[in-house]
Every structure is written in C-alpha cells, then in structure tokens.
C-alpha cells in the first residue's frame, strides 16, 4: 500500500541504493494501479525520490487509450520501462504504436533502462506465469535480436 511504500523510505534521509518502480497491470491481473494516472497519483503521494514509475507496453495495450499520452503523463517519475508486443511476442510484429512510445521517451528524455520483455514457452514456469500457450517466436534469441532492431531503428 502507498503508506507501506512510504514508511519504507520515509526514515531515510538519504537516498538508499534500492529504486522502487511502480507499475501499472492490466485489470485481469489486478484492480490496483490499473493506468499509469493510478501510478503516478500513489507516486507523487509517497513522494521519495527511490520511487517511480514501471511503464509496461503489454499492460499499457489493455488499459490506456494512448500510449503517447501515458508515458508523456509519466513525466520525470518514470524510471523504467518494459517493451513487449501487444502479444508478448516478437516487438515490432504487433500494434503496439513503437513511434509513438519512442516520440514520447524521446521528449521526456528518458535515460534509464527500456528492456525487452517477450516470452517464448520453453521456459516453462515463466510460460505458464505469463500465459504464453503458443511459439510467439523461434527463440528468446530471436526475440531479443528482432527487439533491439526495431529499437534501434527508432533511435
């Protein structure tokens, strides 16, 4: 909870070498933080410099109705973020707007960590966390390599 989060850090007065990314899930997952507007409402109510936001592209396709919009309301409290395909599957082969998200990192002059997240169900247990059922890509190899080009392309 936000008075958890902020017990947590508020003892400090320095700024301890953990970050705490809040992120966003779609409503089949939870019913908390649903968008990132919950996100950075909880955020700027703890109000510790550790804690930002987590943008996720695979939850952000369910919950919001821009994906600029959500990562431009992100604003200087994102701190990390996840690009994955609309399906979880190789980045660039779904609808998940890249321009958009990349114009709106851009503007923001983000500089932290954007990582790949796609699944393939070789890796079972996380297959089965994440619902992957069916071959998405030919490997997690493919996938990262197909990901970093389309991220690239968008430098």
């Not at 007065?13 to 990314?21: A, I, K, L, Q, V």
């Not at 990390?80 to 851009?106: K, Q, S, Y």
Request: charged residues 25%; contains cysteine; aromatic residues 12%.
């Amino acid at each position: 909870s936000q008075s958890s989060l902020g017990g947590i850090y508020a003892p400090y007065p320095w700024r301890p070498s953990r970050e705490f990314y809040n992120s966003s899930y779609n409503r089949f997952e939870t019913y908390f933080l649903n968008t990132i507007e919950d996100t950075r409402k909880m955020v700027e109510e703890i109000n510790h410099p550790n804690v930002g936001i987590h943008a996720d592209t695979f939850h952000m396709n369910i919950e919001e109705e821009s994906f600029y919009g959500a990562i431009k309301m992100a604003g200087e409290h994102l701190y990390h973020v996840h690009l994955c395909e609309n399906n979880r599957g190789i980045p660039g082969t779904g609808h998940v707007p890249w321009d958009d998200v990349f114009r709106a990192l851009r503007e923001l002059n983000y500089d932290r960590w954007a990582v790949v997240e796609s699944f393939v169900p070789a890796v079972e247990e996380v297959a089965r966390m994440t619902a992957i059922w069916r071959q998405l890509a030919p490997s997690a190899d493919v996938l990262a390599e197909e990901g970093l080009k389309l991220y690239r392309s968008k430098e």
